[in-house]
Nanobody, 121 residues
Framework: QVQLVESGGGLVQPGGSLRLSCVAS????????MAWYRQVPGKQRDLVAA???????NYAESVKGRFTISRDTAKKSVYLHMNSLKPEDTAVYFC???????????????WGQGTQVTVSS
């Protein structure tokens, strides 16, 4: 059983910072790409940032220059460092990973349960 568990969300004032963490656990052979998405009620889930197995990174235009995605392969973790937060960054943030489970050949997509980030004064 493979699981992704996020942490680090909370309430922060505009201009503040937060760091989100996501750890993968379970019977894992390998982890390929990892990413963060966010969703507000009534809207689709949107990509925030992705980090690929070759180290390349991709960001949504709205967060470029403010957010940084990183990963620790040994810890099976991905992080999202969020600076200069704005009220429009308020959302539930979801971790996403492309994982090959042990005893399998093909990767499948896994999602975390989400962590709430609220930016408000």
């Amino acid at each position: 059983q493979v699981q992704l568990v996020e942490s680090g969300g909370g309430l922060v004032q505009p201009g503040g910072s937060l760091r989100l963490s996501c750890v993968a656990s379970g019977s894992i052979k390998s982890i390929r790409d990892m990413a963060w998405y966010r969703q507000v009620p009534g809207k689709q889930r949107d990509l925030v940032a992705a980090i690929f197995s070759d180290g390349r990174r991709n960001y949504a235009e709205s967060v470029k220059g403010r957010f940084t995605i990183s990963r620790d392969t040994a810890k099976k973790s991905v992080y999202l460092h969020m600076n200069s937060l704005k009220p429009e960054d308020t959302a539930v943030y979801f971790c996403n990973a492309d994982i090959v489970p042990r005893d399998y050949y093909n990767a499948r997509i896994y999602w975390g349960q989400g962590t709430q980030v609220t930016v408000s004064s």
